[in-house]
């Protein structure tokens, strides 16, 4: 577990480390190059680098934690990666399903491997389910995570590298959207953002707005025609 500095999530909690490149949005994986330094600096969890592994001796940390905490699930990973076991994802969501206390949201690209395997897991309302969807190539992946039986389902739209027009959001909860960060960083242009916020605007889905991203994200910022936007899922089922 790891404090996180991304806008949309507290801490950060990795039962499972290493992946494989899929798609346009895996360019510039933040998680192989954070893997890469912490193999170089000897630390045990990343010693086979970004080969994909699952590490048992962490499904308990989230018993550990005190009060109740939003989580982000395999920031490092892909849990629906074709290497990880089914029966470890559902250790994985078997903690999750025991500590209601916390919000736990998982992000993958694998929306197919999801999609298959939705119905052998127990989705309770604290797991928040998203797709990575950088561009109209993989916005498939929305079709994929509309069918399963997560009862929070979400967007991540970073980074967005294209145009996401004509989006279909129905029983979609959640759209984050964020540009590329780093010295390599591919545009984004403002247009695609205003036209994803007026979407979700036009379909009551929560928008929130992560980050301009390019080679100093501290200085574009992310404000949104002098604004931020912060809005979150909303979950008052959550007492129903
Ligand atoms: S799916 Fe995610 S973790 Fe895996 S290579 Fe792509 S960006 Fe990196």
Not at 165 to 180: C, D, F, K, R, T
Not at 187 to 211: H, L, N, S, T, Y
Not at 216 to 239: F, Q, S
């Amino acid at each position: 577990m790891a404090q996180s500095s991304i806008e949309w999530t507290e801490m950060t909690w990795n039962p499972t480390t290493g992946c494989t490149k899929i798609s346009a949005g895996c360019k510039y994986c933040y998680a192989e190059v954070m893997t890469k330094r912490l193999q170089a600096m000897g630390v045990e969890k990343y010693k086979d680098g970004f080969a994909v592994r699952t590490h048992a001796d962490a499904l308990n940390i989230p018993y550990t934690w005190k009060g109740s905490k939003i989580v982000f699930v395999n920031s490092m990973s892909d849990l629906f990666h074709p290497e990880i076991p089914v029966k470890f994802i559902q250790q994985v969501f078997a903690v999750m399903n025991d500590t209601p206390q916390h919000t736990y949201q998982v992000l993958t690209k694998r929306a197919e491997r999801l999609n298959e395997l939705h119905h052998l897991l127990n989705w309770t309302p604290n797991i928040w389910m998203g797709v990575s969807v950088e561009d109209m190539r993989v916005a498939n992946r929305i079709d994929y995570l509309r069918n399963t039986n997560a009862k929070v389902k979400f967007l991540s739209c970073e980074p967005l590298i294209g145009p996401l027009p004509e989006l279909y959001l129905e029983n979609i909860n959640w759209v984050i959207v964020g540009g590329e960060s780093g010295r390599k960083a591919r545009p984004m242009a403002e247009w695609w953002v205003w036209d994803i916020r007026q979407q979700c605007q036009e379909q009551g889905v929560a928008f929130f707005f992560k980050q301009w991203g390019g080679v100093n994200k501290k200085k574009t910022g992310r404000e949104l025609g002098g604004r931020t936007y912060d809005e979150m899922p909303v979950t008052n089922y959550l007492t129903a």
